[in-house]
């Protein structure tokens, strides 16, 4: 059974940072194209941030970009978000899915390979 793990989320203030991970078990990630997506209340799930399989190519959503960078360790079967000057805006929660084809990767159309979540609050 595949399994994706969030962790590393919490409240932050305003202009601090986090580490998110994504941690898999049944699926090996340096086979698959893995991105972070977020959801805020009352809104849908967007793209933040994907990478390929080995890293080679790195996509991020206009809100991440200067901010966020999202990395892996195919070693530890792992795919990190590190975010920061984080804002109020930022709130939401961050989930980790993956995709055998980056090319639809920030798309998050493909049902399967997908976290529970961790929350990330900012405070002003």
């Known amino acids: 059974q595949v399994q994706l793990e969030e962790s590393g989320g919490g409240l932050v203030q305003a202009g601090g940072s986090l580490r998110l991970s994504c941690v898999a078990s049944?699926?090996?990630?340096?086979?698959?194209?893995v991105a972070w997506f977020r959801q805020a209340p009352g809104k849908g799930r967007e793209f933040v941030a994907g990478i390929s399989t080995i890293g080679t190519a790195i996509d991020y959503a206009n809100s991440a970009k200067d901010r966020f960078t999202i990395s892996r360790d195919n070693n530890k079967n792992t795919v990190y978000l590190q975010m920061n000057t984080l804002k109020p805006e930022d709130t939401a929660v961050y989930y980790c899915h993956a995709d055998r084809a980056f090319s639809r990767l920030r798309l998050g159309v493909s049902p399967d390979y997908w976290g529970q979540g961790t929350q990330v609050t900012v405070s002003s």
């Open positions: 049944g699926l090996s990630l340096s086979t698959v194209g």
